[in-house]
């Protein structure tokens, strides 16, 4: 199943619906325009296995660019719309792109893309051009929209942030299979998450999202329809559940607590009676925050926990996180380990790393980083991506803490090392820290606690220098939103951080370190 045997058999439904403005395509056009630039690529010199990349806000064009590399056996990486120039030409290098595509909105960003992609040899630009950047619609146009001659799966290699703060490419091994040959994996899809031909999901996050990119490209492959929201606003999501009568949707905790936070009159004001499902991931949701929306949508809410590495999967529905509350569910792909730092298995209740035992058919590596990869595994075939916690006595597993301190801010992975390096060139600084500490709404923000050269400094003056510092060289959210300061920060003989006891201070009273 995939959108061309879809529009074989229905090219006039709707797969995909911008949700403020209402555009649309059917799968008829998707499979047209996919065929197009798949034809572009192969013209290009793009083979199996070569890459390309993307970096576009969500538009109308997204979903044809993702499915195009799809069906011809490409790697595509999706690459965050808030990185600035030096971020995006940093992943552009390391996956070795032949193409990017990119978008008038982002012009930029892209100007200051170009002469920096060594490998690039195609610069493509939706909706408009600047110099040095070819019109997608005018280069697809010349293609016809037929299948290529050998039409194969690709693969996304998406980018995880790492304890050095440089992303890290996710990588699986491409192998030659025909486009659409993945029953197994789809029917496992539509299985665990409830999901059918017939439903109407609504995406609120960005594209370039681990979750939202892998949701929407396995709700094509089934021939549901689609609804991507420009960017999330909590009463737009309800509007958008009610005007297009959406019956699935996929949440970051933080979605909730705003529409929480709307008021009564507001929330009442719309029909969400289509809903038959509330998915939600990136963080564990706050108790109180899901008690109130079982309570507002009813038992509907299905939370998962997994990583863009694909290690395992836990899942839990409404009726049993009621009976488990703070859990995120039991494990439906791969055997939960809890691991102390010698690497020993722990018994239930006790808490350690989190280790997934994935199928042997589960095999990613962080790409050009076998220390990385390496680090990530224990003895026969175990993996983590760090987070540590504990299971029950039921086999639920409780998260509790992140032992590389990522920080989760509205479900998005930040990991502080990158506003660490960044700070320390600055003058005035002599060392510092970055941490998350609780915020109710985005669930972490992120802090700075620095000791300055001169202590003389101080003051909201070096904060908000220090602030604009970060602003002026990284995505604005990975910056810290304040800064704290101290004369001396706590650090061993060999110069090793103690920055767990920095990050203490902050959270003390609370049950866990997540939220």
């Known amino acids: 199943m995939w959108p061309g045997y879809h529009s074989a058999k229905n090219p006039d439904k709707t797969a995909l619906i911008m949700a403020a403005g209402g555009e649309s395509l059917t799968y008829g056009e998707l499979d047209d325009r996919s065929n197009r630039l798949a034809q572009l690529f192969a013209a290009s010199g793009l083979g199996f296995g070569d890459h390309v990349a993307v970096y576009m806000e969500n538009n109308i064009r997204y979903l044809e660019v993702l499915w195009a590399a799809q069906r011809s056996g490409l790697y595509y990486t999706a690459i965050n719309s808030h990185f600035n120039a030096d971020e995006v030409a940093y992943i552009l290098a390391d996956c070795g792109a032949k193409t990017l595509i990119t978008s008038r909105a982002k012009a930029d960003v892209a100007a200051g893309l170009l002469g920096r992609g060594d490998g690039v040899g195609q610069w493509l630009m939706v909706d408009g051009v600047i110099d040095g950047y070819e019109s997608y619609e005018a280069s697809i146009a010349a293609f016809p929209p037929i299948p290529i001659a050998e039409e194969l799966e690709g693969h996304a290699m998406l980018y995880s942030s790492g304890t050095t703060g440089r992303p890290k490419g996710i990588r699986y091994e491409l192998t030659r299979q025909p486009i659409g040959s993945s029953p197994f994996a789809v029917d496992m899809f539509m299985a665990l998450y409830r999901l059918a031909e017939d439903d109407v999901f609504l995406t609120p996050a960005p594209m370039y ?212 390096n960044l700070l320390i060139t600055h003058p005035k600084v002599m060392d510092c820290a970055v941490f998350g500490v609780p915020d109710e709404e985005m669930g972490e923000a992120v802090k700075a606690v620095v000791q300055p050269v001169d202590w003389s400094d101080v003051g909201p003056e070096l904060e908000s220098e220090l602030l604009a510092f970060c602003r002026d060289h990284l995505a604005h959210y990975k910056c810290p939103r304040t800064v704290d300061f101290e004369r001396e920060l706590p650090r061993q003989e060999t110069g090793k951080l103690y920055k767990r006891l920095l990050r203490e201070v902050y959270w003390t009273g609370r049950d866990t370190r997540i939220i």
């Open 209 to 420: 999202h681990s979750a939202s990119l892998q949701f929407t490209m396995m709700l094509t492959r089934i021939g549901a329809t689609v609804v991507v929201m420009e960017r999330f606003d909590p009463e737009a999501a309800l509007d958008a559940i009610e005007t297009y009568r959406v019956t699935q949707a996929q949440w970051v905790p933080t979605m909730f607590v705003r529409m929480l936070k709307l008021p009564q009159a507001v929330r009442d004001r719309y029909d969400v009676s289509s809903l038959r499902g509330a998915i939600h991931v990136a963080a564990p949701c706050p108790i109180p925050v899901k008690e109130q929306m079982i309570e507002w949508w009813g038992p509907i809410i299905l939370e998962y926990y997994a990583a863009t590495e694909g290690i395992g999967l836990t899942l839990i529905g409404s009726e049993e996180w009621l009976e488990h509350k703070g859990s995120v569910g039991k494990s439906m792909l791969g055997a939960l380990h809890i691991v102390d730092d010698d690497g020993r298995e722990l018994p239930a209740g006790q808490t350690g790393r989190v280790f997934f035992e994935p199928p042997e058919f589960i095999r990613f590596e962080y790409h050009n980083d076998p220390a990385k990869t390496e680090a990530a595994r224990l003895g026969p075939g175990w993996a983590t991506v760090g987070d540590v916690g504990y299971l029950d006595g039921d086999g639920y597993l409780y998260l509790t803490d992140r032992s590389d301190f990522m920080i989760i801010s509205g479900g998005v992975n930040i990991y502080p090392q990158e506003s660490e």
